[in-house]
Structure formats: C-alpha cells, structure tokens
C-alpha cells in the first residue's frame, strides 16, 4: 500500500534521544492515520538520510514501535504498519485521556434510545427548542443538582454542549480579547485552549494541597493589572485532583466579592465527591457562574454540560449559547431527561464511586509516595520538575503508554509541575495496573537509559 501524498517523516521536539523522539513522531502519524495500516515505512538508510540521522536510530525507533505492536518488520521486505489496530497485549494504553471508567454497557444506550424513540411523537423533529434549553430538560437537571450539590432555580440553568461549551460561554460573558484571568498554577487544558482561543492572558495561583490558597488569591488581586475573573476547580481539581476545604472556600467566595470579582466554577466531578462543602455558587450567587456536566457522572457521549448563571445574566448567557451553538443538543437532552428520571444516573454514580476508588487504591500501589488527593478523584498528580516531567511522558510513550504531557495543565511552571495520569481512561483494571507500572519504569529509569 501507497503512503498518503501529504505524509513526511519528522522527529519529535524535545531533547530525549533520538530513538524515543523518532519512535514516538512515527506512533503519532500512525495514530493519527497519517500513516495507514499496511504501509511501507521508508527503507532504514532513506529515512536516516531524510532525518539526518544514523541507521542505528532507525533500526531502535522501528523495534521500539514494534514491541508496541505499531509495526511489523518483514524478512527482505521492509517495515509496515501494523494491518489492524493492535490488540490489548500491544496497543498503546492511553492514561492522558480524561474519562469516566466504563460503567454504562452499550446495551443501556440502546435501551435509553428506544424508550426515547417510543415518545418520538412528543419530540419536535423539525423546530429548535430554545437557546437555554428545553424548560422540562432544565427542571429534570436542577432536580439532579439539587439531589446531591447545589439547589438553584432551573430558570438560572442552561443546557450545554458539554462544560467545556460552558466554559467557552462563561468566559465569553465576562472576559474581553486581551482580559486577565486567574486560574489555579496548574489548570484543566481544556479552559486553557479556551481562554487561548478568546485571547486571554492567564495567571496561575498559587496552589497547596488542597487548592488556591487565599493568601495568593488576595495578592493577585491587589495588582495593577485587575483580572476580570477567576476560573477555578474547586472539587477533585483537574490535574491534582485537589479539594478546597469549606473554609477555603467562604475564604475565596469572601474575596471575590469584596473585590467584585466574577467566578467561574467548574464542578464536574461533583458526583464522586460526598456532599457537605459548599459550593461557591451557594456562597457567592451573585456572581459566581457554576458548571456541571453530565461527562463524568452518566457519559461522555450526551455531551451535556450544565451552566447556572446569576440572576440578570440568563439572556445574556442564552444569546451566548445561540451565539456559538444555538443549543444543547435536543436529541441527547432527552437521553439526558430519561436517566436522570429513571434511576440510571443514581446507579451510574453509585458504581462510578466504587470504580475510581479501587482504581485509587491500584495508583497507591505503583506510586506508595503519592499524596493521595482523595479517595474518588479521577487523576494521579506526579509532582515532577518540567524537564523531568517531559522526559518521563516520552519515555512512558516509547513503553506504549500516553499521559498528559506537562504543557497541557501548567500555567506556572515554577509554581506547579508534573504529569497527570488519568485513572479512568483504561477500558480495565488490570490495563491501568500495567500502565501505572511501566509509568514507574519510566520515571525511575537512570537518565541516559535509552528504551
Ligand atoms: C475540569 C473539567 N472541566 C470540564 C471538562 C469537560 O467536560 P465535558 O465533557 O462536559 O465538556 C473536563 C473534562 O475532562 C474537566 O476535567
């Protein structure tokens, strides 16, 4: 088979050697199908001359990609990819990835999907319902928040394309092209690219275990440069997995407010966390706009996030959802309405607690060391120095696992550094084990060992 016109061989950046950084660019082209399954990679000495390199590299970088399972090499033939997506012995384990483990079977959608096709006639196939939502939606997803977080009006809640939509609207209400904003020294990457996107500059805060310390918050609000507002994870952080106690809590509500200062929550991981703290939201309702999401609690795939704004700001925050999707997606809405009514989400986040909290206890067993941030967050957070922290995310891809890498989440390096592994990413315990161990291979390796 023909390579793609378009595909040309590269190094990836960074300094570790030359092997992992060719092993590790080639892996990413055959990932991203650049390079297809069945395809001749070039000959050893053509691609050593294309890259400037010697064949030796070539030679290792191709047996790295094939302990993998990425490629095969043939006697007197060449090397090509590997002709169908390699099994679970081989592929890559993927711990960068920020999903809930699976806990919903496939069955259950078709179910959901079924009970939602029987009432087809109810659902109008033909009009948009309403940039916020439908009302009904929103009252079934205030109950929800009621049952184990926040208590708000549905009239204040609208429907989302996911809290990463959320995030996009909320900034978009309050922060300008050029605008500052606080966010926690390491952050979640995905209000990173947003804030990328709409041209804001970032300031990390200072963070300890639990979260943004006050003392950090209150000096960054006292400079020239006035943020127009502070984004934050106050439960189960994104990367760190770090909680805010109650009192931190009524400490930052208290500040934001003597310094008129709008705030962004991002609450999505509320469903694995006891309930008992506050929520800035119940703290500083008028000017706290409070996320949710219904990713990690029920499913990815509804692609349904929550944004409850404070009182005056519905229109607004309607013209902004209009404005960059016109609406939730009504189809998955109902998908939504069902299980939250019929016992489905409750069950889900039952589970979804048992599940990360065993997969916890596997994470304390290959990382002892390790600061747990708490019983049911999602992530491990490995504080490592920046070169360290790279170092060790290219050499854990080169032993076919992925994590984050450190540019992702970290807003201040100085301040905060290292790597995030996703614990709910894997499809099974025993691949989050073996995943988890060749992680430690990968820090613990001596400097110059070349894998
Ligand atoms: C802190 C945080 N906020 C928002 C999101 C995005 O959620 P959604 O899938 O609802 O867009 C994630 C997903 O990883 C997250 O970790």
Redesign the pocket.
Known sequence: MRQPAAWSPRMSPGPGPAPERLAAALAEDIAAERLRPGARLPPHRQLADDLKLSVVTVGRAYALLERQGLVRGEHGRGTFVSASIPDEAAAFIDLSL?LPPPILAEAQFAAALQRVAARAAGISTQRYPPPAGRLEHRRAAARWLAGHRIDLPAERLLLT???????MVALGLVCRPGDLLLVESVT?A??KAAARLLGLRLAGIEMDGEGIMSAALAAALQGPDRPAALYL?PTM??PTGRTLTAERRREIAALARRHDLPVIE?D??SVLDDPGRPTLGELAPERVFY?N????GLS?AL???LLAVPAGWEDRAAAAVQATAWTASPLTSFVMAEWLQDGTAGLVAEALRREVSARQAIAAEYFPGVRPAGPAAMHLWLPLAEAAAERAARRAQALGVIVTPPGATVVDAARDCGLRLCLGAAPSREMLGRGLGLIRQAIEAPEDTIF
Do not use: C, E, F, P
């Open positions: 920020n394309n996911g809290a990463q939509h959320a995030i979640y995905g209000a994870t952080q994104n991002d999505v991981y996320i999401s219904l990713s990690k990815a692609r349904l996030g």
